[in-house]
């Protein structure tokens, strides 16, 4: 139970965009998955990871599925976008 | 799955026909225990390809870059069916067509090739270093090709000019290993991006696979001048070939399995 609430917690104190980069890290590279995340908010918002919000999210994860797309193919990249989605919290 | 293991399988498979080349050299089915281990590692490699491919959906990028790799090996496996005594010697016209089967498998193995590697721009992936530090990996790719591979097309090209068709298949077999040579730079620097991660794989199975074929193409060129005897020099460069069949074989599957396993991973985490 304590572990449980930890990592809870954990999830939490992250940005929106460190918890993208974590779930993505075992399927890109944590490297990459972080650049990945950096670029995509760059060039869709014009802003910096830090500064994303939930509402970003839908637009984020558009901007991701080309990539994951290519690498893994539409089902399995559809299915890594859907887990971020439920995942990610506010 | 455990993606060592697709590292393994190469290396033990390379380990196992040297001792049988040992012990089998200078008997008299040697010939057939060579020509069937060069059949049965194109064989594996175009299985991993045909894996790799069906992995993916229709009309996929990597479906169709894995298929044009698997390409190359099918036509090499209709190319030395000519081989097989009945058809050699039958009335059709063999010279040609074994000429036309290499020249579909260099063109293949190259458009395969060529949409690996620049599958991370379709990605949109950032390679690692510098853009100055890429151009050296790609420049050093390139010599290092253009040595080992120019050599054989300027003597093909000569050939062919001197009115010799059957050049055609040297030719086509020395581009296409010297352009397939120069790609194993932006294939390495994907890796290289991908590192810590399970898509990284693939791509590290695949630079080893032609970094083998390198080694062969090197070997293949140079292994009579270093004075390597006959029998050293054919065992030598058929290990090198193996590898580079083997390791394209476990790139495929490696493909393969991370498709499904990213698939599978994702619906469990979210109870889907």
Redesign the interface.
Known sequence: MEQASTADQTTVDQTIAEQIAEKL?????????K??VK??SRSVFGRDPDTLTIEDLPVLLEGLR??L????????AE??L??IE??VKA | MSFRILVAIPLAWVAVFSVLDQLVSGTAGYRIFMRTEIELVKGMALIGCLAAAL???RG????RAWLFMGGCMLFLLLRDLTMVPAIEKSSLPIAPIRGSLVILANASLIVGILLLAR?WK?????LPGTRRQRWVVLLIAIFTAAALGGPGVVKNLIELLGGDLRALSGMAMSLGDSISLCLIAPVLLTAL????????WPWWLLAASLLSWLIYDCIWELGLYLGMGEHAWRSVCEMFRALACMFEFSAGLAQYH???R??KD??T??G?
Do not use: C, W
Not at chain 2, 60 to 63: D, S
């Open positions: 890290g075992p399927y890109l590279g944590v490297h990459n998955a650049n990945a670029t995509f080309p990539m797309r290519t690498l893994v193919g539409k089902d399995s299915s890594v859907r887990a439920r995942e | 992995a993916f959906g996929e990028y990597m479906r599958a379709v990605a949109g992936l950032m991006a991908l590192r810590g991660g399970l898509f990284e991370i498709v499904k990213t698939k994702t619906q985490s979210t889907a």
